[in-house]
């Protein structure tokens, strides 16, 4: 965990590089002074002027040998913390098959309240469902916050009310409440659509939240001083 104000990152980033290095094969003296600088309190001189002293160059000159692989694990580390902090509600993968009009119901109502449900109603056959589902499978990964599931026609127990005409529908809740409900919603698409496409959709209502920004490339990483 990391410690507030800047000398407590420092310190957090220390050991960390410790607790990663490899002790058998780490500089005796490297690893003792990485040991003293992560915890000024364990010192023999736990004088003010020792806890606040300055690293001489020869201090730095061995602690600037930075391994770029720990680095680069000690940020993502940051990163993730930073996001499980800033996250809420649970997390999903991939689209999940609704068996029953029981599991339909059920993914409503006892769903987290912060969870976005997205159902697609489907029929096979049907022009559009299969390329909808096909996309729905890419927008999972992108949106890993927002639950996405799919649900046979028959399979509900609704065949009457969505019948081949209404489909492929869409329907949007959260917490219980229906947000979103796009019957034959492939009209509002291009014949040939995409993920994208689907994605762009359903934001015009904004019923998708903010997508996540995935992690940075180890090229990007270099970038940054």
């Given at each position: 965990?990391q410690h507030g104000g800047?000398?407590?990152?420092?310190?957090?980033?220390?050991?960390?590089?410790?607790?990663?290095?490899?002790?058998?094969?780490?500089?005796?003296?490297?690893?003792?002074?990485?040991?003293?600088?992560?915890?000024?309190?364990?010192?023999?001189?736990?004088?003010?002027?020792?806890?606040?002293?300055?690293?001489?160059?020869?201090?730095?000159?061995?602690?600037?040998?930075?391994?770029?692989?720990?680095?680069?694990?000690?940020?993502?580390?940051?990163?993730q913390e930073m996001h499980?902090?800033?996250?809420?509600?649970?997390?999903?993968?991939?689209?999940?098959?609704?068996?029953?009009?029981?599991?339909?119901?059920?993914?409503?109502?006892?769903?987290?309240?912060?969870?976005?449900?997205?159902?697609?109603?489907?029929?096979?056959?049907?022009?559009?469902?299969?390329?909808?589902?096909?996309?729905?499978?890419?927008?999972?990964?992108?949106?890993?916050?927002?639950?996405?599931?799919?649900?046979?026609?028959?399979?509900?127990?609704?065949?009457?009310?969505?019948?081949?005409?209404?489909?492929?529908?869409?329907?949007?809740?959260?917490?219980?409440?229906?947000?979103?409900?796009?019957?034959?919603?492939?009209?509002?698409?291009?014949?040939?659509?995409?993920?994208?496409?689907?994605?762009?959709?359903?934001?015009?209502?904004?019923?998708?939240?903010?997508?996540?920004?995935?992690?940075?490339?180890?090229?990007?990483?270099?970038?940054?001083?």
């Open positions: 965990m800047p000398k407590g990152v420092i310190n957090d980033w220390r050991r960390f590089k410790l607790e990663s290095m490899d002790q058998e094969n780490l500089n005796p003296a490297k690893r003792e002074l990485l040991r003293q600088m992560s915890s000024p309190s364990k010192a023999k001189d736990t004088s003010r002027g020792n806890l606040n002293r300055k690293m001489s160059v020869q201090e730095y000159e061995l602690l600037k040998e930075e391994d770029e692989g720990c680095l680069k694990s000690y940020r993502k580390r940051c990163m499980d902090k800033l996250s809420f509600g649970p997390r999903f993968e991939g689209v999940y098959d609704l068996d029953s009009g029981e599991a339909f119901l059920e993914v409503i109502e006892k769903e987290h309240h912060s969870t976005v449900v997205v159902v697609h109603i489907y029929k096979n056959g049907i022009k559009g469902c299969e390329a909808l589902n096909s996309c729905l499978d890419c927008l999972a990964t992108e949106y890993p916050t927002v639950k996405f599931c799919k649900i046979d026609a028959v399979a509900s127990g609704a065949a009457e009310r969505f019948s081949d005409e209404y489909l492929p529908t869409l329907l949007v809740y959260k917490a219980g409440e229906l947000l979103g409900n796009f019957l034959s919603c492939t009209q509002h698409l291009n014949e040939e659509f995409f993920a994208t496409d689907v994605e762009g959709f359903l934001n015009s209502y904004g019923l998708l939240p903010e997508k996540e920004q995935p992690q940075m490339e180890d090229d990007e990483e270099n970038n940054i001083e």
